[in-house]
C-alpha cells in the first residue's frame, strides 16, 4: 500500500498515509512495547487517538510531534489506563475534547459510538462499536488508508485478554465483525493499541478467531481432566506460558468460564 510504513525492531514510526504512531515509553507484559498512540488526519487538522498514560515526556512528545497541526479531538479506543490516563492532560495540552464511549472518560465533547464518522483535517474516520476487551472498546476506519486501529482488540503480536469489564461472546462477536469488514472494506493494515503494524489483517483476525476457539476447546479438555478453578486450568492450558502471565491468563480463563456456562 503506498503511505504503509513499517520500522524495523519497535512500533514507533509505523504509518499509513494518514496515520502515525508516536509510542509511549510504558513497555510491559500487557503493553508489550508501550502503548501505540496514533496521530490521524490531514496537514492542517488532526485527532489523536490514545494519547496513552500520563506522562508528560511522552504527551509533550506527541505535541511537538504534531507542529502547525491542530488537534480538533482526542479520542479513545476504549478506558483503559494505559490509553486513557494521559488524555486530561493532553486535552490542557492542545485544548481539544476527549470523546470516548464511556462518559466517565468523556471531557468537554460529545459521546462516541458505533456508526459515527468523524472528520479530521478532511479525514474519516469511521467508529466501530467492538465490545469484548473491554465493554467500551472501539476500533476506527480510516477509508482513505483503508486501515482500522484496533485499539486492544486486536494486537500486533500475541493475543488480547478479555478483561473483567469485557465478556468473550462479545469478543467472538467483535471478531468476526471485524473479519467482516476487512473482507468487504478490502482491509490493508491493521493499527493495533500495542505492538506492531498487522499488514494481513484477514490472516490476522483468522488467527486470532482460530486461537480463541483452541484455547476454549483446551479449557473444555482440562475440566474433562477434573480441573475446576481458573487457577487449576491455567497450570494446564498455559503451561508452556511465562507465569509472569499467568494472572493475566487466569483473568483470562475467568471469561471463558463465564463464556461456557452461559447459554449464548
Ligand atoms: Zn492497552
Known amino acids: 500500500m503506498s503511505g504503509l510504513h513499517i520500522p524495523i525492531g519497535t512500533p514507533d514510526g509505523s504509518r499509513t498515509e494518514h496515520a502515525e504512531n508516536l509510542l509511549a515509553p510504558n513497555p510491559s507484559a500487557m503493553t508489550l512495547d508501550g502503548t501505540n498512540t496514533w496521530v490521524v488526519g490531514g496537514p492542517d487538522e488532526v485527532v489523536v487517538v490514545d494519547p496513552g498514560p500520563d506522562d508528560e515526556r511522552h504527551l509533550s512528545r506527541v505535541r511537538e510531534r504534531l507542529g502547525e497541526r491542530r488537534v480538533s479531538e482526542i479520542l479513545l479506543t476504549h478506558g483503559h489506563l494505559d490509553h486513557s490516563g494521559g488524555a486530561r492532560r493532553f486535552a490542557e495540552l492542545v485544548g481539544a475534547p476527549v470523546r470516548a464511549l464511556d462518559p466517565r472518560h468523556r471531557l468537554g465533547g460529545e459521546g462516541l459510538a458505533d456508526g459515527d464518522v468523524v472528520t479530521a483535517g478532511g479525514v474519516e474516520i469511521h467508529v466501530y462499536g467492538t465490545p469484548g476487551h473491554s465493554f467500551d472498546s472501539l476500533c476506527f476506519?480510516?477509508?482513505?488508508?483503508?486501515?482500522?486501529?484496533?485499539?486492544?482488540?486486536?494486537?500486533?503480536?500475541?493475543?488480547?485478554?478479555?478483561?473483567?469489564?469485557?465478556?468473550?461472546?462479545?469478543?467472538?462477536?467483535?471478531?468476526?465483525?471485524?473479519?467482516?469488514?476487512?473482507?468487504?472494506?478490502?482491509?490493508?493494515?491493521?493499527?493495533?493499541?500495542?505492538?506492531?503494524?498487522?499488514?494481513?489483517?484477514?490472516?490476522?483476525?483468522?488467527?486470532?478467531?482460530?486461537?480463541?476457539?483452541?484455547?476454549?476447546?483446551?479449557?473444555?479438555?482440562?475440566?474433562?481432566?477434573?480441573?475446576?478453578?481458573?487457577?487449576?486450568?491455567?497450570?494446564?492450558v498455559y503451561a508452556d506460558v511465562d507465569r509472569s502471565l499467568w494472572p493475566a491468563a487466569e483473568m483470562s480463563v475467568r471469561a471463558q468460564l463465564d463464556y461456557l456456562e452461559q447459554p449464548n
Open 141 to 236: 476506519w480510516l477509508p482513505a488508508d483503508r486501515a482500522m486501529l484496533t485499539g486492544d482488540t486486536v494486537l500486533g503480536r500475541g493475543t488480547t485478554v478479555v478483561a473483567p469489564d469485557g465478556g468473550l461472546a462479545d469478543y467472538l462477536r467483535s471478531l468476526d465483525r471485524l473479519r467482516a469488514a476487512a473482507e468487504s472494506l478490502e482491509a490493508r493494515a491493521l493499527l493495533p493499541g500495542h505492538g506492531p503494524v498487522l499488514p494481513d489483517p484477514i490472516g490476522a483476525l483468522d488467527g486470532y478467531i482460530a486461537h480463541r476457539r483452541e484455547r476454549l476447546d483446551q479449557i473444555r479438555a482440562a475440566m474433562a481432566r477434573g480441573a475446576r478453578t481458573p487457577r487449576e486450568i491455567v497450570t494446564i
